[in-house]
């Protein structure tokens, strides 16, 4: 897992073997000031305009993102860790609609997600006809956000296909997971482990037991579980891995369960797919 400082911000390499008019970039916090625009404690490369950061860095590192993606506009939701998916077009506001995940066939324009523990998941096909963002926290996985982003993806990606092409289904899919909260770091609750083996029994896999009800979870291995029932078995990215753990990172990632409880604020990592 590499940096790519050759775009213009702050970021990782997402490797995977994704289709030439397929584009996809995970910011990064940024090593230094001239990184970004926010101070600290969400210094410096912050996204989110809903963590406390001054209005004016937040309008500078996104354009800077902007420019970093050669004009394609990154079009930010208002998450709330649910499974809600929306269908981004030209006339999409930024910022204006309540969703957790996006799918997009419009050219230049990017499904972004915003994270800082929770895990980014990006989609796109074979044909390079579409692509897709999703927000997975335990929430949004456990309530269907990744099965109601592929059935958004498959219903616009036939709608855009040409006349007579065959369509590969989920054969023809890839995933790419970003950086998240690690499972040596993400304790939970019962209650948590609960809400995916009540309808998947296999799932007990991706919990440790830590002693007085509490669990270490698995998001990547639960995101996988989840993406393999709908066929969807060509997964790049986050294997699990101390290197993808937002927590365990400090220099590379925002942690929100890190951040607010040292400095009493979190700044926010976007994924972004688009079509070029």
Partial sequence: ?????????????????????VRALCTLRGAGAGDGASAAPRAFFNLGDHVGDAPAAVAANRARLRQA???ARPVFMQQVHGAQVAL??????????????????????ACTVLVADCLPVLI???AG??????HAGWRGLAGGVLEQTLQAFDALALAVSAPGAIDA???GLMAWLGPCIGPRAYEVGAEVREAFTASDAGAA??????????????????????????????????????????????RRFY?????QAAHGASGRMAACIWLA
């Fill in 1 to 21: 897992m590499n940096s790519n400082e050759s775009a213009g911000v702050p970021s990782m390499i997402v490797d995977w073997p994704a289709p030439p008019a």
């Fill in 69 to 71: 993606m050669g004009g």
């Fill in 88 to 109: 981004l077009t030209g006339l999409t506001p930024d910022g204006g609609i309540t969703a957790d995940a996006a799918v997009s066939a419009g050219r230049g324009l």
């Fill in 124 to 126: 796109t096909n074979a």
């Fill in 129 to 134: 006809t579409a692509v897709a963002a999703a």
């Fill in 169 to 171: 289904g989920a054969a």
């Fill in 205 to 250: 896999a991706c919990f440790q037991p830590r002693g007085a009800g509490k669990f270490l979870a698995d998001l990547p291995a639960l995101a996988r579980r989840r993406l393999a029932a709908r066929g969807v078995t060509r997964v790049f990215g986050n294997d699990g891995g101390s290197a993808w753990c937002t927590l365990e990172q400090p």
């Fill in 255 to 259: 942690s929100y369960r890190r951040d």
